[in-house]
């Protein structure tokens, strides 16, 4: 992944207000917490020249970063990585899955939809929108391991990147990650664009720095 797609990324997540930073109104998040960014990344789907890059891009980093000729099956997990998924395997010439969080109640009882032949072996990319803690993605993998895939990569258009004990559990996992950008390259793209002022760039990039400290500090804010 080159710098280039990453800043390039970033602005389209600016310009599409995909990711937004308020420092004196912080948000608040499922879990309870605080802090000054946010990020939408079903949001870019609705942007045509924003999706066509980002998925452009996408394709380019699987087929740089694994080769196609390694991949046999795209796998969205739902339900934001499913549309996604979809149009990485236009490009990519491959077959599409996706992955439901639990298998559905009738039919057929399949937690994964679409042609998956078990016991084939099949070497698969699971695709998500995003990565902050990284847990969801692990109902995922081992539905597509119990089922006989072979998953050793999975791509997330944005990675937080501000959570060492991801990597290690990645690792653990057995999992390459592969991403467009992260929190550092918006950072940067909004400096470089002046999206932000100074003020509120320095506050995120504290709260980027250490979230529970940018917590404790501006809890009065919230």
């Keep these: 992944m080159s710098n280039d797609v990453a800043a390039q990324t970033a602005k389209y997540l600016l310009d599409t207000k995909s990711v ?5 109104e912080p948000f608040k998040y499922t879990s309870g917490n605080i802090g000054p960014v946010y990020v939408d990344c079903r ?3 609705s942007f045509p020249e924003a999706r066509k890059f980002m998925m452009d891009a996408a394709a380019n980093v699987l087929n740089n970063e694994i080769g196609a000729e390694n991949i046999d099956i795209i796998a969205g997990a739902e339900t934001a990585g499913i549309p996604y998924a979809a149009m990485i395997a236009e490009r990519l010439e491959k077959p599409n899955v996706y992955i439901r969080k639990k298998p559905k109640g009738h039919g057929r009882m399949s937690q994964i939809e679409g042609h998956f032949e078990e016991g084939s072996k099949p070497r698969v990319v699971l695709v998500e929108d995003l990565q902050n803690f990284g847990h969801s993605k692990q109902i995922f993998i081992e539905a597509l391991r ?3 895939a072979v998953i050793d990569h999975f791509f997330v258009l944005f990675d937080y990147g501000i959570r060492p004990e991801v990597v290690k559990d990645n690792e653990a996992m057995g999992l390459k990650q592969h991403y467009l950008c992260n929190w550092w390259d918006v950072v940067n793209a909004a400096r470089a664009g002046q999206y932000f002022d100074e003020e509120t760039l320095q506050s995120v990039e504290a709260y980027l720095n250490d ?9 009065a804010t919230a």
């Design 146 to 148: 119990e089922a006989g």
């Design 20 to 24: 937004l930073f308020n420092a004196r």
């Design 43 to 45: 949001r870019p789907l």
């Design 211 to 219: 979230s529970e400290i940018w917590a404790e500090q501006n809890k």
